[in-house]
């Protein structure tokens, strides 16, 4: 299973979602452009030595991206879906893919994706946080799939 992360704007959900993945086994896809340097020493501090443990792939936009996942079902998790994850059958080789804190994903890819996600929040608040909100999804996509670490 993998993450990634369309156009991510802040390191430190950056960093902490790699060490989200080296905790879980789970590969990390940055689609760029990112919204800071890359070696920004927030990234590093939030991932702290975790970084060593996650294979993470950079990819110049959206259209390297895609190529690089074909034949893998791309299951976007946004605000404007009404599906749950929890209601969802994910598969061990599904991509699950995020959008930018501050605006998602544009239509054009989310028009190309398989499925979309929300997960359920109370409707008096907008969204979780990002790293929050692959916490979730990740988890239960690895319970469904028997991919929990042991």
């Known amino acids: 299973m993998r993450v990634a992360l369309f156009e991510p704007e802040i390191a430190g959900n950056v960093g902490a979602v790699l060490r989200l993945g080296a905790c879980l086994g789970a590969d990390i896809d940055l689609i760029e452009p990112l919204g800071f340097q890359w070696d920004d020493r927030r990234v590093r501090r939030t991932a702290m030595d975790y970084i ?73 608040v907008r969204s979780l946080n990002l790293a929050t909100s692959v916490t979730l999804a990740l988890g239960e996509a690895l319970r469904q799939t028997g991919g929990l670490p042991g």
């Open 52 to 124: 060593d443990h996650v294979g993470v792939t950079r990819h110049a936009g959206f259209g390297a991206f895609r190529q690089t996942v074909a034949g893998r079902r791309l299951v976007l998790f946004t605000t404007r879906a009404t599906a749950s994850p929890y209601s969802f059958a994910f598969r061990p080789d599904d991509v699950l893919l995020f959008g930018k804190e501050s605006a998602g994903v544009p239509a054009h890819v989310a028009e190309v994706v398989d499925e979309m996600l929300r997960i359920p929040i109370r409707r008096e």
